[in-house]
């Protein structure tokens, strides 16, 4: 897609930048392939393992976005792409994605069309050169690149190996420690620096071990790799201590034995243990797994069997009186994990622990190595406090805690030799880096971390980003070899050096990190730099620095004597955080008070109001930092439209014009998967210039309008044939027509009256829309929608557009302009239902009622919305459909089941020009791939999508589309007939707990 073309405006004037390589062209599809392929099962990018950071923006992406914005337009296309890590020429990469998920979808293997991921490519000096060439010609100088929210460092980094002079400016301290380790260290100190904090780290954890050995005793011949507690609530009746377990499986594969722990009562002692067992039907196992004891935030007394509510226990957890019972000790045996019950010594040694705690506890609280602070009280996430946990030291068990404190003050002892042995500047870098393996430590080893029997192993305190209960925490064995602390410090080294090694030019610039809020960035001159790169926060996606204090309190103990200034305040900062954060609006927010009606909507209008607020500050500061002729390029990565017009009003008022949208699809979209769920992402980048001062009033004319709408149904054509999904052609769209909107210093009707962004937005959406309404009529054999009412044709645009049984409602909404209903109304005629954000159409058997209506009764409000094959009447089209298929099912589908449907078709005349028969067409013609082959999941939930296939020919004479196997692409690729080998895992959903820590939107 290339940028849209604008005539000048009437009163403004042309811009005066020269055209930006990103004004004009981004081989935005490869780069998403390469972005999806970054993000492979366990292969995440180095910097993205090193530490936890939320909401990271993929390299490939980030060095397009950089990259593109300091070129000059003519810039050579094939050098581009070999800069951006390119292994093949894009078409070549975008195709042999398709090929790989064709295999997949059709369950074939077939040979790695990819060659190297971008990231991790080589960047050739004379490419190299030949770009630091262009851009000087185009800049006079190298173009220096900010990223004001700078986060984890994806776009610093790019810029940085490009040789580019860079800031990275951040809000919040911890990610500032963050970049330090990953955009300055690995240029400053070269992959040795892994090796000289190795050699310090072994000595750390020898120091470590020599101390702590003891209160992690190996009972048997087997070592020890993780405990299993049960957090534990005095049971109302007996007063004993009742596990809370979800799942009492310990191993769960995906084939072979399953092993859980099965409780084991004492009445007469009040007490319980565990005995391990197999699952299966041999002698000796047990049929089933045990009865969770925890479900959905209530318990089941194992003592009583009475349940006990989650307030109950809440209010126990408040007066400190929930527990923690060790039941299961995972072993590392020779085949594979063991597991075993708790044993005395274990009970001995954990009691142990606590008692050195409790001896240490005062000093160490005088001395600063355990953090004393509390939660803080007005905050999004209050689960900390209704669990228990007041403290941030009260995150971690006692022994926890305790293994946490020898660390925190072994590595301050460690300080002066290091320093002596590497001298200042080396000597900080390698201290950085251990505390960091700190952190990976803790952030596997506290009271929110627990254990997973699918994968056996433990996920993070972050799997999730929230700070949510876990009733079955998890403890790794610290001081075995290769395990515990030995792994986290050989985790965080690898990914560092892995950092260190990326390729990168030789040409190195200075790159600088700043604390503050982009609002303010009081360091940066006047139109000072060429390029600001930007990949905001949005809204409430992310609390950064409620989540950030998890690391903060650690983080200041262990370097925060290194950086005073970072590391000063009690907690992370936020008061210009800009997040919506709707707690902090609420006039003395107590946590303990449930919140009248109506001031929580109250807060969160407030709280949204400071976020854009800070945005037009931020993009203000943005306008003053940059060269006249600079540019401003923005990812983001959302999908209401809302969210888009918070995003396009601060850019406008910040001063600035949009020259060019990019949507890149940063996800991989099986069909399958897309069929259950519309989750798939894209990260828009977006270009923006600074308003030509000179900009005048446009008019909201019918012209503007159909400029708007040709300019949005010109950019979805070419998205769709870039293979983007229909909401990203959708969201796509919004930029062009922003591009035409933004042209003008305000936009305004005849009337004088101003115009907002929401209106040209929803002037580009009904186009896109009223396209693809267009393009379904157009398909296949007389699909005519046009006499079909309202709500089938709603019913056919979720499936065609948002191709998934659920999606955002918001995005439903959209959809429903087109023919004059709302999400609603789906639910009304119980076509749908609503699920907290998301809508959910309803599969034709969960509509239907075991009674049929016979003529002459009339239905109540909720039979209505149900269905029975014998009513004497249908209220719409897609009533009718529905039954036909719960016809087909009920008869076993088969011929048996076309013969019931035909009849019901006789019965109420639905021929072939009937409605009912046009929408079934246009159903089939909608379907999702996901629906449209016999399977398990999503296709068994839908299964009318295929009975209304095999009902079109023998109803109506209509052909059915062809649904078998299709291979689209492989024969482009010599080697595939053999079939040889396996793709790698290109684009499987993250699962490595301990790899994965990057977190995501
Ligand atoms: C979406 S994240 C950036 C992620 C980053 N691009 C990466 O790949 O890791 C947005 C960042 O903005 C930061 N932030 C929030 N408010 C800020 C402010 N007022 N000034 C600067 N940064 C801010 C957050 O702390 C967060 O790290």
Same mark, same amino acid.
């Given at each position: ?9 009437? /009163?403004?004037?042309? !811009?005066?930048?020269?055209?930006? *390589? ?24 180095? !910097?993205?393992? *090193? !530490? ?41 990469i975008v195709r042999g994605q398709e090929l790989l998920q064709w295999a997949r979808t059709v369950g074939r293997q077939v040979p790695n069309p990819h060659g190297k991921r971008a990231f991790s490519n080589t960047l ?43 800031? =990275?400016?951040?809000? %919040? ?38 101390? @702590?050995?003891?209160? +992690? ?24 201590? /009742? ?58 007394? #194992? ?18 009186? $929930? ?13 594979? $994990? ?21 001896? $240490? ?71 950085? $880096? ?20 699918? /994968?056996?192993? #433990? ?16 403890? @790794? ?13 050989? %985790? ?42 930007? &990949?905001?926060?949005? =809204? ?11 690391? +903060? ?100 008022? =910040? ?212 269905? !029975? ?34 009849? *019901? ?36 939930? +839908? ?18 589309? &062809? ?39």
């Amino acid at each position: 897609m290339t940028a849209v073309e604008e005539p000048s405006a009437s /009163t403004g004037e042309q !811009h005066i930048q020269p055209r930006l *390589l990103i004004e004009e062209w981004l081989p935005a599809a490869a780069i998403g392939v390469e972005c999806i392929r970054e993000r492979s099962t366990g292969q995440q990018p180095p !910097h993205a393992r *090193l !530490h936890v950071w939320w909401a990271r923006r993929p390299l490939a992406a980030s060095r397009a976005a950089v990259l593109a914005s300091v070129l000059p337009a003519d810039f050579d296309r094939a050098t581009f792409e070999r800069l951006l890590g390119f292994d093949a020429p894009s078409e070549a990469i975008v195709r042999g994605q398709e090929l790989l998920q064709w295999a997949r979808t059709v369950g074939r293997q077939v040979p790695n069309p990819h060659g190297k991921r971008a990231f991790s490519n080589t960047l050739p000096e004379p490419h190299l050169n030949a770009a630091h060439h262009a851009m000087k010609q185009l800049w006079g100088e190298l173009p220096a690149v900010i990223d004001p929210m700078a986060g984890g460092g994806s776009i610093p980094l790019e810029s940085a190996r490009l040789g580019l002079p860079t800031v =990275a400016n951040e809000y %919040n301290p911890v990610a500032c420690a963050v970049l330090e380790a990953t955009v300055d260290y690995p240029f400053r100190f070269g992959p040795e620096l892994a090796e000289r904090a190795r050699k310090w780290g072994s000595i750390l954890r020898e120091r470590f071990v020599q101390r @702590m050995q003891r209160f +992690y005793p190996d009972v048997g011949a087997l070592p020890t790799h993780t405990y299993i507690f049960a957090r534990t609530v005095p049971c109302p009746d007996t007063g004993a201590p /009742t596990p809370l377990v979800p799942d009492w499986h310990l191993s769960k594969p995906k084939s072979g034995t399953h092993i859980v722990a099965e409780p084991v009562v004492d009445h007469a002692a009040k007490s319980w243990t565990v005995r391990i067992r197999e699952i299966g039907r041999a002698a000796g196992q047990l049929p089933a797994a045990p009865k969770p004891t925890y479900v959905r935030g209530k318990a089941t007394s #194992i003592f009583t069997g009475a349940v006990i509510d989650g307030e109950y226990i809440k209010a126990m957890a408040k007066q400190g009186k $929930l527990g923690s019972q060790l039941y299961a000790v995972v072993l590392k045996g020779a085949q594979g $994990l063991d597991y075993r019950p708790a044993e005395h010594a274990d009970l001995d040694a954990i009691a142990a622990a606590e008692a050195e705690l409790a001896r $240490l506890r005062p000093t160490w609280e005088r001395d600063n190595i355990i953090p004393t602070e509390l939660y803080p009280r007005v905050s999004s996430e209050l689960r900390p406090l209704q669990y228990g946990m007041p403290r941030w030291a009260d995150m971690f068990s006692p022994r926890q805690l305790l293994a946490m404190g020898v660390l925190v003050e072994e590595l301050r002892n460690l300080r002066p030799e290091i320093l002596e042995a590497e001298g200042e500047e080396q000597g900080r870098a390698v201290e950085h $880096l251990l505390a960091f393996v700190l952190d990976k430590f803790l952030n596997h080893n506290a009271l929110l971390a627990s254990w997973d029997s699918g /994968t056996y192993g #433990i996920r993070s305190v972050f799997d999730r980003h929230d700070f949510s209960f876990k009733p079955t925490p998890a403890e @790794m064995a610290p001081c075995g070899a290769g395990a515990g602390l030995e792994w986290a410090l050989g %985790n965080v080294l690898k990914s560092w050096r892995e950092l260190a090694e990326l390729p990168r030019t030789g040409q190195m610039a200075t790159t600088r990190i700043t604390l503050g809020s982009a609002t303010n960035l009081a360091s940066v001159a006047d139109a000072s730099l060429t390029a600001v790169v930007v &990949d905001p926060p949005y =809204a409430d996606n992310v609390q950064y620095s409620e989540l950030a204090d998890f690391f +903060y309190v650690w983080l200041k103990r262990t370097v925060g004597h290194q950086h005073p200034d970072w590391f000063s305040s009690y907690l992370c900062d936020h008061s210009e955080e800009a997040v919506v954060n709707a707690t902090r609006f609420v006039p003395d927010f107590d946590p303990d008070v449930k919140l009248p009606t109506g001031a929580k909507a109250a807060a969160k209008r407030e709280a949204e109001a400071f976020y854009r607020d800070l945005m037009v500050q931020a993009f203000r500061e943005a306008h003053r930092i940059l060269r006249d002729d600079g540019v401003l390029t923005v990812m983001f990565t959302h999908k209401q439209q809302s969210a888009w017009e918070s995003l396009f009003g601060a850019l406008l008022e =910040a001063g600035f014009v949009i020259t060019a949208t990019w949507p890149v699809k940063t996800e991989s979209e099986t069909s399958l998967h897309i069929a259950s769920k519309n989750a798939a992402e894209s990260t828009v980048i977006l270009v923006a210039r600074k308003r030509p001062a000179g900009a005048g009033i446009g008019y909201f004319t019918q012209e503007m309008k159909d400029r708007i709408r040709a300019v949005a149904k010109a950019s979805a054509e070419c998205l769709r044939n870039d293979g983007l999904n229909a909401v990203d052609q959708l969201v796509g769209s919004f930029g062009p027509a922003m591009e035409v909107f933004s042209r003008y210093r305000e936009v305004r009707r005849d009337t004088g009256e101003l115009v907002g962004i929401a209106e040209a937005l929803d002037e580009a959406s009904d186009a896109v829309v009223q396209w693809r309404v267009e393009k379904l009529m157009a398909r296949g054999t007389g699909a005519e929608l046009a006499g079909v009412e309202p709500m089938g044709r709603y019913l056919v645009l979720c499936w065609d557009v948002l191709a998934a049984a659920e999606f955002r409602f918001n995005e439903a909404k959209l959809l429903g302009h087109a023919v004059g209903l709302s999400p609603e109304d789906l639910v009304k005629a119980g076509l749908a239902v609503r699920k907290s954000q998301n809508i959910v159409l309803l599969p034709a058997r969960d509509r239907r009622r075991d009674q049929a209506i016979l003529a002459g009764n009339i239905p109540t409000a909720a039979q209505a919305k149900q269905l !029975h094959p014998n009513d004497a009447e249908f209220r719409s089209a897609a009533d009718a459909a529905h039954a036909l298929a719960i016809a087909h099912a009920d008869a076993g589908g088969g011929a048996a089941g076309i013969g019931a449907a035909r009849a *019901l078709a006789n019965r109420h005349n639905w021929r072939e020009s009937s409605a009912v028969a046009r929408l079934v067409q246009a159903l089939v013609l909608s379907a999702p791939k996901g629906v449209q082959v016999e399977g398990k999941g999503i296709t068994a939930k +839908y299964p009318e999508f295929l009975a209304w296939h095999s009902l079109l020919q023998p109803l109506w004479g209509v052909t059915p589309p &062809d649904w078998s196997e299709q291979e689209p692409v492989h024969r482009q690729f010599p080697g595939f007939a053999t079939g040889a080998f396996v793709p790698e895992d290109e684009d499987a959903d993250d699962e490595d707990i301990e790899d994965d820590e990057s977190g995501d939107d």
